[in-house]
């Protein structure tokens, strides 16, 4: 079966300093992956997918980046954190039951003091 | 521009009676559309879907309906029970690898 792995888990980064959440996919090859965030009050806001290696599509301009360096690995980025940038961050890639529905990762909370 | 909108941000049901989750989507592309359901610091749990050519898909306690000339859908949870005390989010793709999320509906269960 398919499972996806978030770390950390939980962030706690002052505004100014880099960030990079990892996402990685086991059980499945070639998935198309995405990068969601959940703002207070905002609900969850596509940021990136990505349909393969080195293959990246942003949604909104942020100051965030996206990374696909291996097949199963989506990673996220940042130079410098803004206090915008806290938020729950959800990776996710359709399942292997359906291709039509997307399966979640458990999340990485990102505090930005 | 919300393409997928969730006008109730909360809503409260009484245990064992109905709860009803509206969506709302002005993308005429979309053909496809999700129901999730998240807990507090947890990923969201898919719940049930629908594509376009139905009006209408059942799960158990969950149904969700479609209306497609008022872009509109709907997801009945029968008998609400106090476990389903979460945050809803309805979700539609069509056309590209895109899935759209609402901005979700707190729904609390009382007991």
């Keep these: 079966s398919q499972t996806i792995h978030q770390w950390p888990a939980t962030l706690v980064q002052p505004v100014g300093s880099p960030l990079s959440l990892e996402c990685t996919v086991e059980g499945t090859s070639n998935p198309n992956l995405y990068w969601y965030r959940q703002a207070a009050g905002r609900g969850l806001q596509l940021l990136f997918y990505s349909v393969g290696i080195g293959q990246i599509s942003s949604e909104v301009p942020q100051n965030l980046s996206a990374s696909r360096p291996q097949d199963r690995q989506f990673i996220l980025s940042s130079k410098k954190l803004l206090l915008s940038d806290s938020g729950f961050y959800l990776c996710a890639s359709p399942s292997l039951a359906g291709a039509n529905v997307l399966t979640f990762g458990a999340g990485s909370r990102l505090t930005v003091l | ?111």
């Design chain 2, 1 to 111: 521009d919300q393409q997928v909108k969730q006008n109730s941000p909360s809503l409260s049901v009484q245990e064992g009676r109905i709860s009803i989750l509206n969506c709302d989507y002005t993308n005429s592309m979309f053909d496809y559309f999700l129901w999730y359901k998240k807990y507090p610091a947890e990923g969201p749990t898919f719940l049930i879907s629908i594509s376009s050519i139905k009006d209408k898909n059942e799960d158990g306690r969950f149904t969700v309906f479609l209306n497609k000339s008022a872009k509109h859908l709907s997801l009945h949870i029968v008998p609400s029970q106090p476990g389903d005390s979460a945050v809803y989010f309805c979700a539609a793709s069509g056309g590209t690898y895109k899935y759209i999320f609402g901005t979700g509906t707190r729904l609390k269960v009382l007991a």
